[in-house]
């Protein structure tokens, strides 16, 4: 059997905090789970505080982070398991070196407005993430007051960087998250159709 054949896929969904990204990462996972499909769902904000037990929230410790996730998904698709990677991504250099490392891979971007991530992350209650990022990220640039654990926020202090050759997006800021989770279940049983290996992963 080609090795290829062997190995497990790996599918990110990426997009801003507060984009939908987790819940459709979730859904992805769960779906393809009832489905029989050995399936991880990796959360880079948990794996995170696995790989930095005592994080500085530095921007060179979130790029090792970055690192280190991308390199435990293709570990787990070479095992033959497929992988659901949940995690914001804004550096796009950060998901080309998962491409190169998995050869099954997909990106999915979850595009919204800032405005609208803003609004959905203000109503998002603690959990592995601080909640009241964008609020506490626009205070401290403004007024310069730290909040200690709060690291560069996407869409505040960096950029997030869209990929043009992202094999699929979906805008959901005026759709339903149930629409959201439809389309991309739809493209993502074509795309793996189109991408079949011969012991039908």
């Known amino acids: 059997m080609a090795e290829s054949a062997r190995q497990g896929w790996a599918i990110w969904v990426v997009g801003l905090p507060g984009s ?3 819940n459709l990462a979730r ?9 029989g499909k050995a399936v ?3 959360q880079m904000d948990a794996r995170r505080k696995a790989y930095f037990p005592k994080p500085t929230y530095s921007k060179e410790e979130r790029e090792e982070a970055y690192r280190l996730f991308a390199e435990e998904a ?3 698709t070479r095992s033959g398991i497929n992988v659901v990677m949940d995690g914001a991504a804004y550096k796009a250099a950060f998901r080309e070196y998962a491409r ?7 990106e999915v971007h979850v595009q919204c407005t800032l ?3 803003m609004a959905r992350e203000g109503k998002r209650a603690a959990g592995l993430v601080m909640a009241g990022l964008y609020a506490k990220a626009l205070e401290r640039k403004r007024s310069g007051k730290q909040f200690p654990g709060l ?4 869409g505040v202090d960096v950029p997030f960087e869209e990929n043009p050759a992202a094999e699929f997006a979906i805008c959901n800021d005026n759709i339903p998250k149930q629409e959201t989770r439809r389309r991309t279940l739809e493209f993502l ?3 793996l159709s189109e991408e079949a290996a011969p012991d039908g992963q």
């Open 27 to 35: 859904a992805v996972a769960e779906e393809f789970g009832a489905q």
């Open 20 to 22: 939908g990204k987790s």
């Open 100 to 106: 190169r490392l998995i050869p099954r891979f997909a």
């Open 151 to 154: 690291g560069e926020v996407i």
């Open 189 to 191: 049983h074509r795309w």
């Open 40 to 42: 991880t769902w990796l």
């Open 115 to 117: 405005e609208n991530a």
């Open 74 to 76: 293709a570990e787990l």
